[in-house]
């Protein structure tokens, strides 16, 4: 008999697991390599280093918006054939299997590599980052079954706390054990790189993805032997019932106020934020000129602060409730877009600053916090949010629409920011969308109910 505690620890190490991909994949380590790899490629073709890191966030946003376009359509889908057959863990086995292809194949990218490389390496972090979003829907959806109503903040604040840390912890392995320092070829402990160091193919940046495939498949083994699924009667698949179902949900959104407004709500600020995960360490490497160390760095600093926000946000969230903790962190979010927007090495917003000091770095690592502290408390909130809100029998079809809710506007934003850069010709400018998704997103939980559809 597997005890309530062990089940819950089971259910966080989920979030260890999978945390790697957005830390070291999506955010700090390939994120801004392949920016250097795809400008590289762009400046060989004739174009100027500005204009050329434009095109390679541009082409990293197109790839993200494709990604999510298909876990916004198939998301709601897979949740209620999961629903209707009562089995959820055979996705969460299916998903993973993609991520650990998808992360280990970008070991692959190397420099001078054309565009067939840049497609390859886009396609195949799509697949991995396709395997983790579903993923999710299906281990969220088992979180009602955990524990009683009342402790839904804390655990969700814990989880994601406790993802963070295994986030961190993997960062600086990586910074500390394989990536080298362009002024001294040693890792950022003061170590020998245990590849060695090489330059020209950058081995020990390239290994982040095995390293990643290998993480989530080591750390998947409490989750599976400790999390089962709740008892229900087993069914046979049926799409058509399944399409039933969801049509049923989504007819049913129109008489719950509440629940709609928090889907646009969502929709809109979630992916503000993952589209701010997913530019940041790209924005570091153009604007700033920042290495894939440096950037790493700045990954550290964030997931500190969002190991610990996270913690705390969890118990703010059982205290209060998840709303108060989301609207304080849109405000924060949308501060910190306002700075980047106007930062650059000679100024900010106007007001000057020494290019030859480190105030403009010292100013994105203090964004850098705010971000991780923020995007901790925001993204456990609505987690929460999404449980007040959930019938625990359809919780993967409700969790499969909170996926669809975000998943559109993360289509949308990249795309956004691909269109504004192009336009721009500015990465600075092309982040202005995002304070727009923030503060519609703002405006729209004014609508939402704090307790949700609870009742008690």
Not at 58 to 86: C, Q, R, Y
């Amino acid at each position: 008999m597997i005890s309530k505690r062990k089940r819950i620890w089971g259910w966080y190490f989920f979030d260890w697991a999978s945390q790697p991909y957005n830390t070291l994949l999506l955010t700090f380590v390939f994120g801004p390599y392949f920016a250097e790899v795809a400008r590289g490629y762009y400046m060989g073709t004739g174009m100027e280093a500005e204009t050329a890191a434009a095109a390679a966030q541009s082409f990293w946003g197109v790839g993200l918006t494709l990604s999510s376009l298909i876990i916004a359509v198939l998301a709601p889908i897979l949740g209620a054939v999961a629903d209707t057959t009562g089995r959820r863990l055979v996705w969460v086995w299916i998903f993973s299997a993609l991520y650990v292809i998808g992360a280990w194949a970008l070991w692959w990218v190397a420099p001078g590599g054309g565009v067939g490389m840049l497609y390859f390496a886009v396609g195949f972090f799509g697949l991995g980052f396709i395997g983790m979003e579903f993923a999710t829907i299906f281990t969220n959806a088992l979180m009602p079954s955990l524990s009683d109503h009342e402790d839904m903040g804390a655990i969700s604040g814990s989880g994601f706390a406790f993802g963070y840390l295994g986030g961190l912890i993997a960062l600086i392995i990586m910074l500390g054990f394989f990536v080298a320092s362009p002024e001294t070829g040693l890792t950022y402990l003061g170590l020998p790189p245990v590849l060695g160091e090489d330059s020209e193919t950058q081995i020990g940046t390239r290994i982040v993805g095995p390293f990643t495939a290998l993480w989530f498949a080591v750390f998947m083994i409490p989750f599976f032997l400790w999390v089962k699924e709740p008892k229900t009667t087993p069914q046979q698949m049926h799409l058509g019932r399944a399409l039933a179902q969801l049509k049923e949900l989504l007819a049913s959104l129109r008489y719950r106020r509440s629940l709609s407004a928090y889907l646009l709500s969502s929709l809109f600020y979630r992916d503000a934020l993952n589209a701010l995960y997913a530019f940041g360490g790209v924005y570091a490497s153009g604007v700033l000129g920042w290495s894939i160390g440096q950037i790493g760095i700045f990954g550290v600093v964030g997931a500190i602060t969002a190991v610990a926000a996270s913690w705390v946000g969890g118990r703010a969230d059982r205290k209060w409730g998840p709303k108060p903790v989301i609207v304080v962190s849109i405000l924060v979010l949308s501060a910190i877009v306002l700075v980047i927007v106007g930062l650059t090495r000679e100024s900010v917003w106007g007001i000057p600053l020494d290019p030859a000091s480190a105030a403009s770095d010292n100013l994105f690592f203090l964004c850098g916090a705010l971000i991780g502290a923020a995007g901790g408390t925001i993204q456990a909130a609505s987690r929460t949010m999404m449980v007040r809100h959930t019938d625990p029998d359809h919780a993967t079809e409700a969790f499969g629409l909170y996926a669809l809710s975000g998943k559109v506007a993360s289509f949308i934003s990249p795309a956004m920011i691909a269109l504004a850069t192009t336009i721009s010709g500015s990465q600075r400018i092309g982040m202005v969308p995002l304070i727009v998704l923030f503060l519609l997103g703002l405006i729209l939980l004014l609508f939402v109910n704090s307790r949700g559809e609870q009742t008690r």
